[in-house]
């Protein structure tokens, strides 16, 4: 079955960039979907088709995806970023939507 | 206001069973496939079943197929789960959750938990 691989954690300054990767085999062919998780709510859309942002979140995110990696970028990070981040694709082989392990995203 | 609101989580013992329903409102629900996916205890998120909107196509993580299922009633714009033999690994919040085009979910409730203990 397909694998998606995150790191567990990032720091990051205040007003710096985050930058949270998933890596996947050839994962560059899928959409991949990103979510933010705060601690007891559930997860939020951040990012769909790989770097499209539903409405409501600010353009500070932003996403990437081209060959083994795809990369969700938080741009001047707040302290209100700090929350798990899991990114997802539906694998068509096998119709299995498929998440990454979660990375804990820390605001020093 | 566009929602979904789970039910009927609680503690159960192994072995035992649970109904799931997920109430939809604000949308229209016979239009949408929708899921289930679960997160136990400090863990991540895992997909465990889906369904077309008229209810023809059903489709289930390995790791539940045969113990649970999956159905809804768009008369009543609800989703629901049945779980059997329910075993410890069982144990998480259940979220209802519904994908858009290349199944991205936009749109989750707030979870029901479910527990599986002796």
């Known amino acids: 079955s397909y694998v998606l691989t995150q790191p567990p954690s990032v720091s990051v300054a205040p007003g710096k960039t985050a930058r949270i990767t998933c890596g996947g085999n050839?994962?560059?062919?899928?959409?991949v979907h990103w979510y933010q998780q705060k601690p007891g709510q559930a997860p939020l859309l951040v990012i769909y088709?790989?770097?499209d942002r539903p409405s409501g979140i600010p353009e500070r995110f932003s996403g990437s995806n081209s060959g083994i990696t795809a990369t969700l970028t938080i741009s001047r990070v707040e302290a209100g970023d700090e929350a798990d981040y899991y990114c997802?694709?539906?694998?068509?082989?096998?119709?299995?939507?498929?998440f990454g392990g979660g990375t804990k995203l820390t605001v020093l | 206001q566009v929602q979904l609101v789970e039910s009927g989580g609680g503690l159960v013992k192994p072995g035992g069973s649970l109904r799931l329903s997920c109430a939809g409102s604000?949308?229209?629900?016979?239009?949408?496939?929708m899921s289930w996916i679960r997160q136990a205890p400090g863990k991540g998120l895992e997909w465990v079943s889906y369904?077309?909107?008229?209810?023809?196509?059903?489709y289930y993580a390995d790791s539940v197929r045969g113990r649970f299922t999956i159905s809804r009633d768009n008369a009543k714009n609800s989703l629901y789960l049945q779980m059997n033999n329910l075993r410890a690994g069982d144990t998480a919040v259940y979220y209802c959750?519904?994908?858009?085009?290349?199944?991205?979910?936009?749109?989750w409730g707030r979870g029901t938990l479910v527990t599986v203990s002796s």
């Open positions: 604000g949308f229209t629900f016979r239009d949408y496939y």
């Open positions: 997802q694709v539906w694998d068509s082989s096998s119709d299995h939507r498929v």
């Open positions: 369904i077309s909107g008229s209810d023809s196509t059903i």
């Open positions: 050839n994962i560059g062919s899928k959409s």
């Open positions: 088709y790989s770097s």
């Open positions: 959750a519904r994908p858009g085009p290349d199944w991205y979910f936009d749109l």
